[in-house]
């Protein structure tokens, strides 16, 4: 028999059952103990592979970044530099824009956006108003489309002071597509959406219901989708559907491209006289 019969196989042993010592990130503030020397303090800062801990009193000294030789938390761990954090998504506002760096409102355009009625207003407001505050536009609106001529001569549009609106039910043959045309021109733009009223441009799913209601022609389109779920107060659930509503993804396209539309409409540089 040669060489020897244990030794080998004993080392060998005792290599595969050594344990690794847990790494742990060397973030400035942790609590550390050099475990040869005794020395405890808080990470400091990294220096060219080492850790510079300061104790209790205000002493620092340094140590090398080697395997096993410090202990956190009573726990044998070998120290690591931290990896860098990966790159973040840019923030985006409930639009879907970039959100850009905080800044103060900018002072409101002479050009506005012009919506039917409140509830039109409050869900632009949600879902654009980063972008309303950021380029300055003010929304207002009619208390219905009748008056939207008379609100189009108040306004006065002209070179830098443009008017867009948002209409309700705007379809082929409706009487708000007749009323748009009657007050378009270079300095008005007139979109909307196909729906009777703007709840029914919130997605079903994100109110909690299959599909809004079919109301019968000739009643109160708000008041008939009420009936038809059981609800006893419009108020009150429109506030259910408008806190519901989180980001452009809970709205029916049409809208979403026709606020797009006027809000690129109202920005947009004006060419040179």
């Known amino acids: 028999m040669t060489g020897d019969p244990y030794g080998r196989d004993v080392l060998a042993a005792r290599a595969r059952a050594r344990p690794v010592d847990p790494e742990v990130p060397a973030e400035p503030g942790l609590l550390v103990h050099h475990r040869a020397s005794r020395f405890t303090g808080t990470l400091v800062r990294l220096e060219a592979g080492s850790a510079v801990l300061r104790n209790a009193r205000g002493q620092e000294r340094l140590f090398p970044l080697a395997p096993g030789v410090f202990s956190v938390d009573g726990r044998r761990v070998t120290l690591v530099r931290p990896r860098p954090a990966p790159p973040s998504a840019p923030a985006r506002t409930a639009s879907g824009s970039i959100a850009g760096p905080r800044a103060p409102a900018r002072v409101a355009r002479a050009a506005r956006i012009y919506v039917e009625g409140v509830h039109d207003a409050e869900l632009v407001e949600k879902v654009w108003g980063d972008d309303l505050r950021a380029e300055g536009i003010v929304v207002e609106y009619l208390e219905g489309v009748d008056h939207l001529a008379e609100v189009v001569r108040e306004f006065a549009p002209?070179?830098?002071?443009?008017?867009?609106?948002?209409?309700?039910?705007?379809?082929?043959?409706?009487?708000?597509?007749?009323?748009?045309?009657?007050?378009a021109g270079p300095h008005v733009l007139v979109v909307g959406h196909p729906y009777v009223d703007v709840w029914q441009a919130v997605r079903p799913a994100v109110v909690g219901i299959p599909a809004w209601p079919l109301v019968p022609h000739g009643r109160p389109w708000k008041e008939g989708v009420c009936v038809a779920l059981g609800l006893a107060d419009p108020r009150a659930f429109w506030r259910r559907i408008l806190g519901s509503v989180r980001g452009y993804a809970d709205l029916e396209q049409p809208l979403v491209g026709a606020v797009e539309r006027l809000l690129d409409f109202l920005t947009e540089p004006e060419s040179p006289a």
């Open 158 to 183: 002209g070179p830098g002071r443009r008017l867009g609106v948002l209409v309700d039910h705007l379809v082929p043959g409706s009487k708000e597509s007749r009323l748009a045309t009657a007050v």
